[in-house]
Nanobody, 131 residues
Framework: QERLIESGGGLVQAGGSLRLSCVVS????????FGWFRQTPGKEREFIAA????????RYADFVKGRFTISRDDAKNTVYLQMNSLKPEDTAVYYC????????????????????????WGQGTQVTVSS
C-alpha cells in the first residue's frame, strides 16, 4: 500500500532552518516524481517545489527560491525539503506528494505542479516560524 510519511516540522525562530523528510512507500520509487506543498487555514494548498524522477530537474515557487532546497535519496526512498532563512509567513502545514510518471511526458511541466494531479499524499507536518 502506498504511503508517504512526513517528519521534521516544528517551531523555529525567524531566520532559522528545518529539514523536512518524506519517507515514501511505493512499489518503484524511481517511477515517481515528487512535490512539496503547504497549506494554511482558509487557503488553498500551494506549490513549493518539485523534483523529477532522476533528481536532475527541479522547480521552485518564486517565494522559496534561494531559501528552500528539494532533494531525493532513492536508496532511502526519501524526499527532503531543506528550509533556510525561514520567515513567519512560512508557517503552514507542509505536505509531500507523489505522482506516478507518465511515459513520454515531461515530469515537471507546469500543469504537473498543481496539487490535484498528484496520486498520493502524506499526512502533513506543522511548521511554525516565530518572529
Amino acid at each position: 500500500q502506498e504511503r508517504l510519511i512526513e517528519s521534521g516540522g516544528g517551531l523555529v525562530q525567524a531566520g532559522g532552518s528545518l529539514r523536512l523528510s518524506c519517507v515514501v512507500s511505493v512499489r518503484t520509487f524511481s517511477s515517481y516524481f515528487f512535490g512539496w506543498f503547504r497549506q494554511t487555514p482558509g487557503k488553498e494548498r500551494e506549490f513549493i517545489a518539485a523534483i523529477n524522477w532522476s533528481g536532475d530537474d527541479i522547480r521552485y515557487a518564486d517565494f522559496v527560491k534561494g531559501r528552500f532546497t528539494i532533494s531525493r535519496d532513492d536508496a532511502k526512498n526519501t524526499v527532503y525539503l531543506q528550509m533556510n532563512s525561514l520567515k513567519p509567513e512560512d508557517t503552514a502545514v507542509y505536505y509531500c506528494a507523489a505522482k506516478h510518471r507518465i511515459p513520454g511526458d515531461y515530469d515537471l511541466a507546469t500543469r504537473n505542479l498543481a496539487p490535484e494531479i498528484y496520486d498520493y499524499w502524506g499526512q502533513g507536518t506543522q511548521v511554525t516560524v516565530s518572529s
